[in-house]
């Protein structure tokens, strides 16, 4: 028997959920957060949006992208120096700009219910007090993130693991679950790895990857 009201919160939260890529493009180097999305597809109704450039408010994009509110925000970015904000390139060359707690405030973020973080050394920044307000439950990682998709096979395991995580923030609202959920997804895919080794495709540096992604995952509730 199909459950009404979960399907209808399912609805709900996909239609308000927003992934936001955030690259930071070195002279010279492919951004990670590029890598990835073009690794994920993003099922029907799952908003996304690449700030490639710096702008003053989050309200111009809101505006511009047409946002009516966001209740979940899955977020593709890279940490500033300090580890205290998320990285975004300026519109000066060779000159960065970090986007701070004030910057996310708005009208259409008041009620964020979750935040997915995947971030090198998102749990430092997001632990900071000045975060808590606007962000305060959070999945994220506690240091420095890596993954391999140098093979077909490899960029196929990546894009089933952030399609699976995406699915679980949608239908999840309480954090802890949800990381829970998360070690789930990255055993079933570690086992799976474990099962069809070939070390031609990758597979030792594609289960190492994602047994440290496992390791460092942690919550605004952990």
């Known amino acids: 028997m199909i459950n009404v009201k979960s399907l209808l919160n399912t609805l709900y939260y996909k239609w308000n959920t927003y992934v936001f890529y955030i690259p930071c493009k070195r002279e010279n180097t492919e951004d990670s957060v590029i890598i990835i999305k073009n690794i994920i597809s993003l099922k029907l109704r799952i908003k996304s949006f ?23 925000l899955i977020l593709f970015a890279h ?22 707690p004030d910057w996310w405030q ?48 490899s960029r196929t395991i990546w894009r089933e693991v952030y399609n699976k995580i995406i699915d679980k923030i949608i239908e999840m609202n309480d954090v802890l679950a949800i990381k829970h959920m998360f070690y789930s997804i990255y055993n079933e895919k570690i086992a799976n ?16 990857y994602l047994v440290k992604s496992k390791k460092l995952l942690t919550t605004s509730e952990s």
């Open 79 to 100: 940490p500033n120096n300090a580890k205290s904000s998320f990285l975004v390139s300026s519109n000066r060359i060779h000159e960065d700009k970090s986007l701070l």
């Open 193 to 208: 790895i474990y099962e069809n080794y070939d070390p031609q495709k990758g597979d030792s540096l594609t289960m190492m």
């Open 106 to 153: 708005n009208e259409k973020t008041k009620e964020i219910k979750i935040v997915f973080a995947n971030v090198c050394f998102g749990a430092t920044i997001l632990k900071r007090k000045m975060w808590s307000t606007i962000f305060p439950n959070w999945i994220s990682y506690k240091n420095h993130l890596t993954l391999y998709v140098g093979s077909s096979k």
């Open 50 to 72: 690449t700030l490639e450039k710096y702008e003053k408010s989050l309200g111009r994009i809101i505006k511009q992208e047409n946002i009516s509110e966001i209740k979940k």
